[in-house]
Each structure stands twice: as structure tokens, then as C-alpha cells.
T-cell receptor, first 114, second 112 residues
Framework: DAGVIQSPRHEVTEMGQEVTLRCKPI?????LFWYRQTMMRGLELLIY????????DSGMPEDRFSAKMPNASFSTLKIQPSEPRDSAVYFC????????????FGPGTRLTVT | DQQVKQNSPSLSVQEGRISILNCDYTNSMFDYFLWYKKYPAEGPTFLISISSIKDKNEDGRFTVFLNKSAKHLSLHIVPSQPGDSAVYFC???????????FGAGTRLTVKP
């Protein structure tokens, strides 16, 4: 398996623009997670899905952030409008259901908002 | 709220010596703990884990120790190798809960 795939790897955009980050989880995994990594706060869970259904979005910082998972092999995280403080590395991770705790992370998308 | 804390942002050790990375948590209900390793420009990868019913788990050069009364866990790497240089994240989870909490990470540098 190719692992978790994220695109783009780098995104530079201007304040106010819409940004869409994409993720393809590992085939067969039931859960998908979106994280944000910053120097100040480390790795923060933003939202996670189980079988394509959003379960917990309490980590989503503001209404400017939204996430969707239209099918088992694709998810998006959208920021509209983007702000400089959104600059961070965004990771997608997936895992099997059941009692497995281990999450498999993608390489991340480095977002810079100027 | 930072339920999982890694108070040392960085650690430097000599090749061949022991590396000890520390992690503290505040929620006594956490029942499963993991360590992830992250290289630059890559996502974190799972390294080793421990259940709250144990106090030690060993995998080759890596050992994780759990002290539930102190709400503290540590990762020991013996002997340390230059290839171990990376950022190490501590993570904790409630039983059968997918909301995993991560620490801020510790950057380990192993000098040849």
C-alpha cells in the first residue's frame, strides 16, 4: 500500500483566499483524522471521521475551517477565508477500526498564508 | 488544555549513550500511550506503545516505562544512533477512544 497520501505538499496563498487540502487514507481503514502542527501547540486533532461520518469536530478552530469525507478514499480540509495564523503543517492520518490505537500519518501539507 | 506535556523541547546525546525522553500527562483516565517518531518533511510514524496495565514495554533498543502514580512515561533508547535523530511525540488515548492527545514533541539529536 502507498500509505496515506496528501496533496499538495506545500501551499502558499494570500490572506483571504480559499485553501483546500486533500487526503487519501490507507485502503480499508475505517477512521480518518486531520491534525495541525504548530511550534506553539504541537500536534492538535482538528476532526475525525468514522466510516466517512464526522464524529468529533471540536478541535476545528473556527467556522472558517470545514472538512468533508464524501467517500472512503477521499477527504478534504478547507479553510475559507485563510489567515496568516493558519500557517502550519496539516497532517492526515488513518487507522483501522476495532481496538487498534495506531494511526498512520501522511507526509503533511505545509501551508503558508501571507 | 495540554493534557500531554513534553517539557524538554530538545535533547542532545552522544552516539552509543542512552537517550531518555520524558512525557507527563494530566488525565488519569488515559489507558494507552504511544510514542511516534518524526523525520523532517515526513509524517509521524509509530514507534512503540504501552497499555496502562503494564509498566514497561521493550522493543529492541527502545523501551517505554510507565509510572501511573506519577502520571509519567519515558522512552529509553539504548544505544543511541545518529539515525535516531528526529522529533519524538508522546501520545495518550482513552480506552476505545479515537481522540488521541499528543505532546508538543522533543527534538533528539544524536551526535556521532
Amino acid at each position: 500500500d502507498a500509505g496515506v497520501i496528501q496533496s499538495p505538499r506545500h501551499e502558499v496563498t494570500e490572506m483571504g483566499q480559499e485553501v483546500t487540502l486533500r487526503c487519501k487514507p490507507i485502503s480499508g481503514h475505517d477512521y480518518l483524522f486531520w491534525y495541525r502542527q504548530t511550534m506553539m501547540r504541537g500536534l492538535e486533532l482538528l476532526i475525525y471521521f468514522n466510516n466517512n461520518v464526522p464524529i468529533d469536530d471540536s478541535g476545528m478552530p473556527e467556522d472558517r475551517f470545514s472538512a468533508k469525507m464524501p467517500n472512503a478514499s477521499f477527504s478534504t480540509l478547507k479553510i475559507q477565508p485563510s489567515e496568516p495564523r493558519d500557517s502550519a503543517v496539516y497532517f492526515c492520518a488513518s487507522k483501522l477500526g476495532g481496538v487498534s490505537y495506531e494511526q498512520y500519518f501522511g507526509p503533511g501539507t505545509r501551508l503558508t498564508v501571507t | 488544555d495540554q493534557q500531554v506535556k513534553q517539557n524538554s523541547p530538545s535533547l542532545s546525546v552522544q552516539e552509543g549513550r542512552i537517550s531518555i525522553l520524558n512525557c507527563d500527562y494530566t488525565n488519569s483516565m488515559f489507558d494507552y500511550f504511544l510514542w511516534y517518531k518524526k523525520y523532517p518533511a515526513e509524517g509521524p510514524t509509530f514507534l512503540i506503545s504501552i497499555s496502562s496495565i503494564k509498566d514497561k514495554n521493550e522493543d529492541g533498543r527502545f523501551t517505554v516505562f510507565l509510572n501511573k502514580s506519577a502520571k509519567h512515561l519515558s522512552l529509553h533508547i539504548v544505544p543511541s544512533q545518529p539515525g535516531d535523530s528526529a522529533v519524538y511525540f508522546c501520545a495518550a488515548s482513552l480506552y476505545n477512544n479515537n481522540d488521541m492527545r499528543f505532546g508538543a514533541g522533543t527534538r533528539l539529536t544524536v551526535k556521532p
